[in-house]
């Protein structure tokens, strides 16, 4: 079942996907909640980022192939980091959702795309085993971790480099019905493939990821958790349309554009 966050005429709520229909649910996806009969077309709506969390987590140089494609491009400390379980917040408010426009910094000189997997949170989670984490994840859904490198590279912080306006597009809508351990992510620069991997590469797979931040944290109910970028990353630039397709969810279309553009 793929539930969607929508907008129509000023009015929001969530529906569920229904061929090229949302039908209306009524009361809230994480608790009481009913389907009604309304009825709207997908084209006719503004499809919304699909929750609005209270955090927005990530697991960074979670799959061996982008360690090495790191490594290859740009520093051989990131093998050492990759061995241990480094997670990290991303800013909520750099959250877009479908259609929405990546705005490149003028101040930064490379951005890239990072396709991903993203957990959805269902219920409140503390300390919960990895065999018990499949019972506190609602679905998940498709995102681009957008980051900058260039000459913010250095920064030892990812306040610039990860979470700038725009640098979170997620969506279109959440797939309850996954098993996350052999999806494919496909990456489209301009409609031309440049990245593929699976989930089955990753280092610290859905369950683990929920079950190691809930050790100190507790989730709740619409956080999201990015899960890395499965292989190779390139930069982005102004006119660009960026696609993240996981063909279970379904496509996280983003146009690009240079702050100076805007």
Same mark, same amino acid.
Request: with cysteine.
């Given at each position: #079942?793929?539930?969607?966050?929508?907008? =129509?005429?000023?009015?929001?709520?969530?529906? +569920? $996907?229904?061929?090229?229909?949302?039908?209306?649910?009524?009361?809230?996806?994480?608790? *009481?909640?009913?389907?009604?009969?309304?009825?709207?077309?997908?084209?006719?709506?503004?499809?919304?980022?699909?929750? #609005?969390?209270?955090?927005?987590?990530?697991?960074?140089?979670?799959?061996?192939?982008?360690?090495?494609?790191?490594?290859?491009?740009?520093?051989?400390?990131?093998?050492?980091?990759?061995?241990?379980?480094?997670?990290? @917040? !991303?800013?909520?408010?750099?959250?877009?959702?479908?259609?929405? *426009?990546?705005?490149?910094?003028?101040?930064?000189?490379?951005?890239?795309?990072?396709?991903?997997?993203?957990?959805?949170?269902? !219920?409140?989670?503390?300390?919960? *085993?990895?065999?018990?984490?499949?019972?506190?994840? #609602?679905?998940?859904?498709?995102?681009?971790?957008?980051?900058?490198?260039?000459?913010?590279?250095?920064?030892?912080?990812?306040?610039? !480099?990860?979470?700038?306006? *725009?640098?979170?597009?997620?969506?279109?809508?959440?797939?309850?019905?996954?098993?996350? @351990?052999? $999806?494919?992510?496909?990456?489209?620069?301009? &409609?031309?493939?440049?990245?593929?991997?699976?989930?089955? &590469?990753?280092?610290?797979?859905?369950?683990?990821?929920?079950?190691? =931040?809930?050790?100190? +944290?507790?989730?709740?109910? &619409?956080?999201? =958790?990015?899960?890395?970028?499965?292989?190779?990353?390139?930069? #982005? !630039?102004?006119?660009?349309? $960026?696609?993240?397709?996981?063909?279970?969810?379904?496509?996280?279309?983003?146009?690009?554009?240079?702050?100076?553009?805007?």
């Amino acid at each position: #079942m793929k539930f969607a966050r929508f907008e =129509i005429n000023g009015w929001q709520s969530y529906g +569920v $996907v229904d061929g090229d229909h949302l039908r209306v649910i009524q009361g809230d996806i994480f608790g *009481t909640h009913h389907f009604t009969d309304a009825r709207y077309p997908i084209s006719s709506v503004k499809i919304l980022p699909p929750t #609005m969390p209270k955090s927005f987590w990530a697991v960074g140089l979670n799959y061996a192939d982008h360690v090495a494609h790191q490594v290859e491009n740009l520093d051989a400390g990131f093998v050492s980091e990759a061995q241990e379980f480094r997670p990290w @917040q !991303k800013g909520v408010s750099c959250i877009i959702g479908q259609g929405e *426009t990546i705005v490149l910094p003028k101040e930064s000189d490379y951005v890239h795309y990072e396709g991903e997997l993203v957990i959805v949170i269902g !219920k409140p989670a503390r300390r919960v *085993t990895p065999e018990e984490a499949p019972h506190f994840i #609602m679905g998940y859904t498709c995102a681009n971790d957008v980051s900058s490198e260039g000459s913010w590279h250095d920064d030892p912080s990812n306040w610039r !480099k990860k979470t700038s306006d *725009t640098f979170g597009p997620v969506g279109p809508w959440i797939e309850t019905d996954l098993d996350p @351990q052999g $999806v494919e992510i496909i990456t489209r620069v301009n &409609g031309k493939e440049t990245d593929r991997g699976s989930t089955s &590469g990753m280092t610290f797979n859905c369950y683990e990821t929920v079950s190691r =931040i809930s050790e100190f +944290v507790t989730l709740h109910p &619409g956080d999201l =958790i990015l899960t890395g970028a499965p292989g190779a990353v390139e930069g #982005m !630039k102004d006119g660009d349309v $960026v696609e993240v397709e996981i063909p279970e969810i379904g496509i996280l279309r983003n146009n690009v554009i240079a702050e100076s553009s805007v």
